[in-house]
């Protein structure tokens, strides 16, 4: 499904703090299970996961989606396939302070038009899946971290994603939280999603939920499942 031909990532390229975060990875990840990127901090995890769900392009090498190679669209196709394939649970969550966990959920699929009653049926419904009903009319800053996170994740699902993409997902949560967290990963590869994480966790690592583990170290493949 996703495919990475010796993908290399450089930032500030050419000057003296150059530094190259990938240096040749080499990758197929098939549709519907759920892989873990784990290694030390710097060794290019999180920089993989931005070329894989389009966020960033890569300094040389090519990345294909389905067969079709992205590396080198332009903005505009790379944003579309971004809102029609991808779903993201950042570190950090990035929810909008000032307005509601339901407005969160919402504001990603507002570029895509549509029905603006069916897609607040449809946020409320996946608040709902996610035991956050009761929540839906809370600002984002009242939100405990866990709620946060499921806010985070019902905003990643809002357009029917078939990848989902998570960044040290658990890096803020108690054991108890990150082993919901897990029951949700396995609802989503139920569905038939993609889920690719990265995470510092043994937790996550060795959930009976993952298929696959690829460790990075100095921006290479250092080993995986």
């Keep these: 499904m996703i495919g990475l031909s010796q993908v290399k990532k450089a930032y500030n390229q ?7 975060a990938l240096r040749g990875v080499d990758l197929h990840l098939e549709r519907g299970r759920v892989t873990v990127f784990r290694g ?12 894989v769900g389009c966020l960033a392009r890569p300094s040389s090498g090519r990345v294909s989606l389905e067969g079709r190679d992205i ?16 779903g993201f649970v950042f570190q950090s969550f990035n929810l909008l ?22 897609l607040k049926r449809r946020a409320l419904e996946l608040l709902d899946r996610l035991h956050m009903a009761d929540k839906a009319h809370s600002n ?10 499921r806010v985070a994740i ?6 029917d994603p078939r990848i989902v993409i998570a960044d040290e997902p658990t890096a803020n949560l108690d054991s108890e939280r990150s ?18 994480m990265t995470s510092h966790d043994p937790l996550v690592a060795e ?8 460790s990075l170290r100095d921006g290479l493949i250092a080993g995986g499942g």
């Design 71 to 86: 590396s080198a669209l332009p903005e505009r196709f790379l944003t579309e396939i971004r809102r029609s394939t991808f």
């Design 14 to 20: 050419g000057r003296a703090n150059e530094f190259w």
């Design 154 to 159: 019902a905003r990643a699902l809002v357009n």
């Design 207 to 214: 959930a009976p939920v993952v298929d696959r583990v690829v």
């Design 140 to 149: 984002a800053e009242w939100l405990s971290g866990g709620e946060a996170q």
């Design 97 to 118: 302070k000032g307005i509601t966990a339901l407005e969160n959920v919402m504001v990603p699929a507002y570029p895509l038009g549509g029905d603006h009653g069916a």
């Design 40 to 51: 030390p901090s710097g060794s290019g995890k999180t920089t993989l996961l931005t070329m």
């Design 179 to 196: 082993a919901q967290f897990l029951d949700i990963v396995a609802q989503l590869k139920a569905e038939g999603r993609t889920v690719l």
